[in-house]
């Protein structure tokens, strides 16, 4: 099985990938895990995989393009766990699920002479998850150790926005404490806000704050865009105490 993660969207992007999967690999099942990453959020990419790659089948390979660094001398990688595969750019979007996995390899994946310098989805990472999966770990280049971090910045009660979905909820990657009323404070923004349980006993047209599904605390709007009104972006500091 191969899992698609990118920022393209709706586009012909994701269509030529599968076309590419396909052309390599008939017998291949793809599965979409996310194609609406906001453009070139590699904080956004790794907090969606590190939440989700677990419900995918023991043996999944993993195709991760959020490649702001697309066509510079940025490695392209293949990484190997006890129970997963990992093709994506060495940008820090593989580090957060990483941390959770023991590694077994990591090696180079080739960019080809002639592929575009715009679109190594295609050219590059759909070719590798397509051997990948048909088992050719091993025919990737030598191995390699360095491999780019990228922290998603938590100490105490201070965090990040690590996604705005599409409903506009503003997701954070801080643990809910279990009481009724927080303090938030981002971008020269301070209030109270209520915890509700649930969005059908939230008060209406006011913000409050959800444990979402990976169970960390969002920013919300009963029947609205929460972040309409704060207008904030992923990777910004938040402190909710």
Same mark, same amino acid.
């Given at each position: 099985?191969? $899992?698609?993660?990118?920022?393209?969207?709706?586009?012909? @992007? #994701?269509? #030529?990938?599968?076309?590419?999967?396909?052309?390599?690999?008939?017998?291949?099942?793809?599965?979409?895990?996310?194609?609406?990453?906001?453009?070139?959020? #590699?904080?956004?990419?790794?907090?969606? =995989?590190?939440?989700?790659?677990?419900?995918?089948?023991?043996?999944?390979?993993?195709?991760?393009?959020?490649?702001?660094?697309?066509?510079?001398?940025?490695?392209?990688?293949? #990484?190997?766990?006890?129970?997963?595969?990992?093709?994506?750019?060495?940008?820090?979007?593989?580090?957060?699920?990483?941390?959770? *996995?023991?590694?077994?390899?990591?090696?180079?994946?080739?960019?080809?002479?002639?592929?575009?310098?715009?679109?190594?989805?295609?050219?590059?990472?759909?070719?590798?998850?397509?051997?990948?999966?048909?088992?050719?770990?091993?025919?990737?280049?030598?191995?390699?150790?360095?491999?780019? *971090?990228?922290?998603?910045?938590?100490?105490?009660?201070?965090?990040?926005?690590?996604?705005?979905?599409?409903?506009?909820?503003?997701?954070?990657?801080?643990?809910?404490?279990?009481?009724?009323? @927080?303090? $938030?404070? $981002?971008?020269? @923004?301070?209030?109270?806000?209520?915890?509700?349980?649930? @969005?059908?006993?939230?008060?209406?047209?006011?913000?409050?704050?959800?444990?979402?599904?990976?169970?960390?605390?969002?920013?919300?709007?009963?029947?609205?865009?929460?972040?309409?009104?704060?207008? =904030?972006?992923?990777?910004?500091?938040?402190?909710?105490?």
């Amino acid at each position: 099985m191969i $899992v698609l993660l990118t920022d393209f969207g709706f586009s012909e @992007y #994701v269509g #030529v990938m599968k076309g590419v999967i396909y052309h390599l690999h008939k017998a291949a099942r793809i599965v979409d895990l996310c194609h609406d990453i906001s453009p070139q959020s #590699v904080i956004e990419a790794s907090w969606i =995989l590190k939440n989700n790659y677990t419900y995918f089948p023991i043996g999944a390979v993993f195709c991760c393009v959020v490649d702001p660094g697309v066509g510079t001398e940025r490695k392209a990688l293949g #990484v190997k766990t006890a129970d997963y595969t990992f093709v994506a750019p060495d940008n820090g979007l593989l580090w957060e699920t990483l941390k959770e *996995q023991r590694i077994l390899d990591i090696r180079v994946i080739p960019v080809p002479d002639d592929a575009s310098h715009t679109f190594h989805g295609r050219d590059v990472f759909a070719k590798a998850a397509a051997t990948i999966d048909q088992g050719h770990f091993d025919t990737l280049e030598p191995t390699t150790r360095e491999l780019k *971090q990228l922290e998603l910045y938590l100490n105490g009660r201070v965090g990040m926005v690590v996604r705005i979905d599409r409903f506009g909820n503003i997701i954070t990657n801080l643990p809910s404490e279990g009481k009724t009323e @927080y303090w $938030v404070d $981002v971008k020269g @923004y301070r209030s109270r806000m209520v915890f509700s349980p649930n @969005y059908d006993v939230a008060p209406d047209d006011e913000l409050f704050l959800i444990k979402g599904s990976c169970k960390t605390l969002e920013i919300s709007l009963k029947n609205g865009s929460a972040n309409e009104r704060l207008t =904030l972006k992923t990777g910004q500091r938040i402190e909710i105490a």
